[in-house]
């Protein structure tokens, strides 16, 4: 799928975008998520994530009058987001949080099962205070999976854009993914009971309730903060006006059809249930009613709210190849990492390659660990992707991939410090590692630097001494006879001879048996 296609997706599809700080709630950054159904395909084509058009099943079941999947124990406390990383607190702080533990039944009230929406933001924001997709944190944790709050905590420094540094950290967010995501049309009465069901129990019974992500402007909006009507979730806050300007992302938990909607120009029953990531201060607890009024009915134009929802799919992975990187370089947006293999012990480049989606090009003109922190870092990468074909040569030859391709104000300068592959065929708790040793000058150069791991030793050759080249400079017209110790032998001629820049033709035939034709 050409890449073009799927930026239009990125940038005019998938828009659940970010805030800055709520406290002021001042301008925000962006436009809002128009329908992107038609794009979704393209999408999948071109990242792999599974786009899943979701839809109730004709079961004919009916939900209980009201669901609040906030007050499960899978789901995360409230909290107040760092900068404009809005759509990475929705997606993946209270979202991808919630659908984990959900998964794995476990709770939230430890930080190593909550998830950091900062882990992912930090990678997409390009080191500045600005908005991103949710997109961009699902495809993010398709290939590289999410960190937890554990080893990646809240900043204490904001704005540094820091990034994770440590294997094992890396290593352990590898096993948390986004296998799918999931959109649907609420903009209807339909659209709005099809998403109380994906609440309820993601629409297979007995199934575990949902949570989703849409986005909406948040500035000029009218919040009545004491509402004091029927419910059954108890909550103070309803919206009662939509806002006019500015984008933000929100987490939709759950739904309560008791809620009194009391417009001027009438009354309706029924709101979906929403947490903010502005702190437990905001609305009542964190959370407000949002009436089913502005799904079902037509919008003036002035007011936004997108009226597509999504969802995700989740799950734990155990990666059986990783490799580990130690890079000590001062401007980290010019680098980009791949991993590759190839089958022999002489091989110079991979012959099978992945491309690695964190840091790539991104973070901004930092150091390596962010705006005031070291210049060297260590990163995990999966390298599950090229597992099967790379087990499958006999003579390995692993590559770790650097490209260097300067971006931003200022080129930036450095080196490869450590390269470690990690077999965990065996088991996690009994990895084979294999580690590098790195050239005397391991230098990042511009274009793409590759530096190999070889798993055995090249056989060498011995020959005695011959004259090759006339007195013009130029190859002799002889055919070199090149025989090995098992009886195979080589025939080679050189032509064509450029010492000026560093070039010959060289024409061979090989076979491993003398008696075998070449």
């Not at 239009?8 to 002021?24: D, G, H, I, S």
């Not at 990531?277 to 949002?290: C, E, K, N, T």
């Not at 099967?388 to 450095?414: I, K, P």
């Amino acid at each position: 799928m050409a890449k073009d296609m799927f930026w239009k997706f990125r940038t005019c599809v998938f828009a659940v975008l970010a805030l800055t700080a709520p406290a002021e709630l001042p301008a925000q950054n962006g436009v809002l998520l128009p329908q992107f159904a038609a794009e979704a395909e393209a999408s999948e084509l071109y990242s792999g994530v599974r786009a899943v058009c979701w839809t109730a099943p004709a079961d004919e079941l009916t939900p209980p009058p009201s669901v609040d999947n906030s007050t499960s124990a899978a789901f995360p406390p409230i909290f107040n987001q760092i900068g404009g990383s809005c759509a990475q607190a929705a997606t993946i702080g209270y979202m991808f949080t919630y659908e984990v533990n959900s998964l794995l039944g476990r709770s939230a009230d430890i930080p190593e099962n909550r998830f950091s929406y900062l882990y992912s933001w930090n990678f997409i924001n390009g080191g500045r205070d600005e908005g991103s997709l949710s997109w961009d944190g699902i495809l993010l944790s398709k290939y590289s999976g999410m960190m937890s709050e554990a080893d990646f905590p809240v900043q204490t420094s904001a704005y540094s854009f820091r990034w994770a540094s440590g294997y094992d950290k890396y290593f352990r967010a590898m096993h948390y993914r986004v296998k799918a995501f999931e959109y649907m049309d609420a903009g209807s009465a339909e659209g709005v009971l099809a998403l109380k069901r994906y609440l309820y129990d993601g629409g297979e019974r007995g199934g575990k309730g949902k949570v989703a992500v849409f986005s909406s402007a948040s500035i000029g909006w009218k919040m009545d903060d004491s509402y004091d009507g029927p419910s059954q979730t108890g909550y103070r806050s309803i919206l009662l006006g939509l806002p006019v300007d500015g984008a933000h992302a929100m987490t939709i938990v759950g739904y309560d059809d008791t809620v009194e909607c009391r417009f001027p120009d009438k009354t309706t029953h029924g709101a979906f249930i929403v947490v903010n990531s502005w702190g437990a201060f905001m609305h009542d607890d964190g959370r407000y009613y949002l009436p089913y009024r502005f799904f079902e009915e037509e919008q003036d134009a002035r007011y936004i709210l997108s009226k597509e929802v999504v969802g995700i799919d989740v799950e734990y992975v155990e990666p059986v190849l990783a490799f580990s990187a130690g890079v000590d370089y001062t401007s980290r947006d010019d680098l980009s990492f791949s991993v590759g293999a190839a089958p022999e012990a002489w091989a110079e480049s991979p012959e099978t390659v992945w491309e690695v989606n964190i840091a790539r090009n991104q973070g901004g003109d930092y150091p390596m660990q962010g705006a005031g922190f070291d210049s060297e870092i260590e990163f995990g990468f999966d390298a599950t992707p090229i597992a099967d074909e790379a087990f499958a040569m006999e003579n390995v030859t692993w590559f770790l991939g650097v490209t260097r391709n300067v971006r931003g104000s200022e080129g930036g300068s450095g080196r490869v410090t450590s390269f470690k592959v990690y077999d965990y065929r065996g088991g996690e708790d009994n990895p084979t590692v294999h580690t590098a040793v790195l050239p005397e000058d391991s230098g990042i150069r511009s274009g793409t630097n590759w530096y190999a791991l070889r798993t055995v030793e090249p056989e060498t050759t011995s020959a005695s001494p011959v004259e090759w080249l006339h007195a013009d400079g130029q190859p002799v017209k002889t055919t070199f006879i090149v025989r090995t110790a098992d009886g195979g032998y080589a025939k080679v001629r050189f032509s064509e001879y450029d010492r000026k820049n560093g070039k010959i033709n060289l024409r061979y035939v090989y076979t491993s048996d003398s008696h075998l034709g070449h």
